[in-house]
């Protein structure tokens, strides 16, 4: 069972940055941010393989980040020019099994999960 916890969240104000962590009890094939705001679906932000690989939604290319810390088990988002659009519920996944070309940013692939952190960016 890998283990997730999530921090970093908090309000942030629209243009500005933030920064969410993630801590994994184990390194993992893929990891993953995924978020939800209220009444919507939870989506996939970003994706990071162990082989360095990196997948992002069209909503966040260019402004977000996925990347590790130091030790395997750190996985970060930066988050810049942040938007409305992006607050949400922010939670880290993990999967051990390799995704396909249509599984990176889908949440059915991953199984392990964190509890979540709040991100609300202020118009």
């Known amino acids: 069972q890998v283990q997730l916890w999530e921090s970093g969240g908090g309000t942030v104000q629209a243009g500005g940055s933030l920064r969410l962590t993630c801590q994994l009890s184990?390194?993992?094939?893929?990891m993953g941010w995924f978020r939800q705001s209220p009444g919507k679906e939870r989506e996939g932000v970003a994706a990071?393989?162990?082989?360095?690989?990196?997948m992002y939604a069209d909503s966040v290319k260019g402004r977000f980040i996925i990347h590790k810390g130091g030790a395997q088990t750190i996985l970060y988002l930066s988050m810049d020019v942040v938007e409305p659009d992006d607050t949400g519920m922010y939670y880290c996944?993990?999967?051990?099994?390799?995704?396909?070309?249509?599984?990176?940013?889908?949440?059915?692939?991953?199984?392990?999960w964190g509890q979540g952190t709040q991100v609300t960016v202020a118009s």
């Open positions: 184990e390194n993992t094939i893929i």
């Open positions: 990071l393989a162990v082989n360095g690989k990196t």
């Open positions: 996944a993990a999967a051990r099994a390799w995704p396909d070309d249509r599984t990176w940013l889908d949440r059915r692939h991953y199984r392990f």
